[in-house]
Every structure is written in C-alpha cells, then in structure tokens.
C-alpha cells in the first residue's frame, strides 16, 4: 500500500500535521529560516507560497509586510493556515490547475516560496508553469524540497523500521520522479522540469542541516515517535494494523520504535541529518 498524495490522501493525513504544527515548526526551524533569508520578502509586494500547510511561511512574509496569498490541497491545512495568519488569503485547491489569479486578484507575485510543498503534481511542468503565469517580470522562486531516502534517515530509518517490519504490506520504495516527498531527488530531472516550466536562471543547490528534535530541552526521543505516529509511517500502521493486532502488540511495536529513535540522542537530544535542496529561480519573461 502507498500512500495518496491527491486531495483524498491529503484530506485524510493532513489533520495529523495539523495537530502538530507547532512541533513540525520547531524541527524544521533551520529550513524556513533559509527560505525565509532567500525569498527577501519585502514590504509592499505580493508572494505566493504553494503548498502552504497550516502558514508558517505565510506568517514569515506578512511579518515582513508582504501580501501573502496561499494555495492548498489539503482544506485541514487552509482552515488552520486562516486561523494563524487571518491577514494572508489561503486557497483551497490544486496550485497544477487552478487559476490562482482569479481566485486571488491583484498584482503578479515578485515572490513564489514553498517548504516541502511542491513535490506532489502529477504533472508538476505544468504546476510550475502555471505558478509562473501569475508571477511578475524578474519574480523570484524559492523553495527547499528532499533530496533522496538513502540520504534522509527521517524516511525509513530512525525509528520507522520496527513498525515498518510490522506491517503486513510494507510500501515498496516509490519509482523515480513518483510524486511524493523524494519526487525531487533527482537534481537534473528537477532542472529541466523548471527549465520546461518557463523559469530562467534555475540553481538547484545542496543544503545540508540537522533536524534537532529537542522541545523545551527534552531528548527529543518522544516527539520523534510522534512525528513517526502523525505521518505516512504511522498511518500506514494504522490502516493495515488496528484489526490485526492486539493493543499489547502494538505497545510493543511503539516500544521497539522508541528504543531505536533513542540510538540518534546525539549530546542530549535527537538529531537527524537533513539532506535537501534548495532551489531558487526567476521569472524573466
């Protein structure tokens, strides 16, 4: 079993990320702070951020005074993106085919952002493209997307296997170029996608960090299992297991995880190495 990256499987996981926002926000801390350095938001401008989850970057840019509109598949993720950044417009829809122009008038957008946001078009040429059509002459593009599983223990590793091992139909790893979160692993393949797109000056850049999952100086172990719970791991388990299992089971599967995720405690919390790109480009048409 996969997991569905359309407006269904959107709809079904995204009350989980929800639930969660402050705590997402709090790992990937070092990724909106070089998102939010590289856009350059500025006052009296208008940027777009697709794929905005609950708001965090449409927070960013309104701090900085811009107009912030945001596209969303997932409705959970726009409710919540309206209740914390009532001044932003957030959009309900699918950023590939919507006309975010007429569900957002105004100015062209000088800025274009997304964290993790942008990997999941089944035609993201067209997606890109379409983003492009609403931006001004000279708008910049800025996002940060995963680059592969094997180098980001965040996906199948540090805590997943022991459920993963548990699971009667184990995902099977995604072909390349499969929309999802390694969509973009491929740097070559996501140049050409932009270039095609009709966007100019394309870099696409290693950015290596630390997700530090430590909250109010905890070892971290325990929001770990509960980002690992939250998302498509722990969905998965939940779907394939809840009938198969007993609840004495299944505390054994979660204590099995917890033991594992205690192995990355580095000098006093869990930390796990973050290997992404960063993508910036421009609109000069």
């Known amino acids: 079993m ?35 350095e590289r856009a350059g938001f500025r006052s009296n401008e208008r940027a777009l951020d697709v794929g905005c989850g609950s708001g965090t970057l449409l927070a960013a840019g309104t701090a900085a005074g811009s107009t912030m509109v945001g596209v969303d598949i997932a409705p959970d993720m726009v409710e919540a993106a309206r209740r914390r950044v009532p001044e932003a417009t957030v959009l309900l829809g699918d950023a590939q085919t919507m006309d975010i122009g007429a569900h957002a008038p105004g100015a062209p957008f000088e800025r274009v952002v997304s964290r993790f946001g942008v990997m999941f078009f089944s035609d993201p040429t067209a997606a890109f493209a379409n983003v492009r059509s609403v931006t001004a002459p000279g708008a910049h593009l800025v996002f940060v997307c995963w680059r592969s599983i094997a180098e980001n223990p965040s996906f199948g590793g540090a805590g997943t296997e022991a459920i993963t091992a548990a699971l009667p139909d184990p995902p099977a790893p995604p072909p390349p ?103 910036t480009a421009s609109n000069q048409h």
């Open 177 to 279: 170029g499969t929309p999802g979160p390694m969509a973009f692993a491929d740097r070559d393949y996501l140049a050409t996608i932009l270039t095609d797109a009709g966007w100019d000056k394309v870099a696409v850049d290693p950015f290596d960090t630390v997700f530090d999952h430590s909250v109010d100086g905890s070892d971290g172990v325990e929001e770990r299992l509960t980002l690992i719970l939250a998302t498509t791991t722990g969905r998965l388990a939940r779907e394939q297991l809840d009938n198969t299992i007993t609840t004495e089971k299944w505390s054994d599967v979660v204590e099995r995880t917890r033991e594992q995720i205690q192995t990355y405690v580095v000098d006093g919390s869990v930390k796990l190495p973050g290997a992404l790109w960063l993508v």
């Open 2 to 36: 996969a997991h569905d990256y359309d407006a269904t499987g959107w709809r079904e996981g995204a009350s989980a990320w929800v639930e969660n926002e402050a705590l997402f926000d709090s790992v990937y801390t070092p990724v909106t702070a070089e998102i939010v």
